[in-house]
């Protein structure tokens, strides 16, 4: 049963610290989201890679937040450095090309103190 | 320029009564159109989808949605609601834009609750 995998679940930390998640997109898959969630803001859409090259990173916070894809077995999100309205839930999810249903992970709760 | 608005943000009815969420969009281009749901603690799953074929459009677990070009809207209904509906359930409409890039705008929700 093939799906999106995420790690850390849950990650704790203190302001002013860099925080990296992970996310393993289903295996042929060649579109890969990462998502945003808070009571206050709802879903975000942070930015999206296709084929490894991001194709709009538009909803990202520039000066702190990277994403990249070293594989195309592998996405990361980094937050550097991380402050407590970065306290959210960051789902990836993963696809085939455009207009195609969007498989999710289970995401990761991220406190930061 | 591409908009989602999802009319209500929580909609109450009883198990065995009908489901009617509502979802209007702008759009420039042809649009897809989807339907995800957000169980508590989980990551979304997608109910169903329109792309340009059959308006009317099935998807899992009983439910559909009609879409009207004439009335901008891709309103998702269930005839009888069951206890495991409740959850959260979001709107996407989803477009090519002038540089041949995929846009995706999300609706801010519907939470469903079912009173038994």
């Known amino acids: 049963d093939a799906r999106v995998t995420q790690t850390p679940r849950d990650k704790v930390t203190e302001m002013g610290q860099e925080v990296t998640m992970r996310c393993q997109p289903i295996?042929?898959?060649?579109?890969v989201f990462w998502y945003r969630q808070t009571m206050m803001q709802g879903l975000e859409l942070l930015a999206y890679?296709?084929?490894?090259?991001?194709?709009?990173d538009s909803g990202m916070p520039k000066d702190r937040f990277s994403a990249e894809m070293p594989d195309a077995t592998l996405a990361t999100l980094k937050i550097q450095p991380s402050e407590p309205r970065d306290s959210a839930v960051y789902f990836c999810?993963?696809?085939?090309?455009?207009?195609?249903?969007?498989?999710f992970g289970p995401g990761t709760r991220l406190t930061v103190l | 320029a591409q908009s989602v608005t999802q009319l209500d943000s929580h909609v109450s009815v009883s198990e065995g009564t009908p489901v009617l969420l509502r979802c209007n969009y702008s759009?420039?281009?042809?649009?897809?159109l989807f339907w995800y749901v957000q169980h508590p603690n989980k990551g979304l799953q997608l109910l169903l989808k329109y792309t340009s074929a059959a308006t009317l459009v099935k998807g899992i677990n009983g439910f559909e949605a009609e879409f009207k070009k004439s009335e901008t809207s891709f309103h998702l209904t269930k005839p009888s609601a069951h206890m495991s509906d409740a959850a959260e359930y979001f709107c996407?409409?989803?477009?090519?834009?002038?540089?041949?890039?995929?846009?995706?705008?999300f609706g801010t929700g519907t939470r469903l609750t079912i009173i038994p």
């Open positions: 890679f296709r084929n490894r090259a991001p194709l709009d």
């Open positions: 999810a993963s696809g085939l090309g455009s207009f195609n249903e969007q498989f």
């Open positions: 295996l042929g898959h060649n579109t």
């Open positions: 759009s420039s281009y042809s649009p897809s």
């Open positions: 996407v409409v989803s477009e090519i834009v002038k540089d041949g890039n995929e846009k995706l705008t």
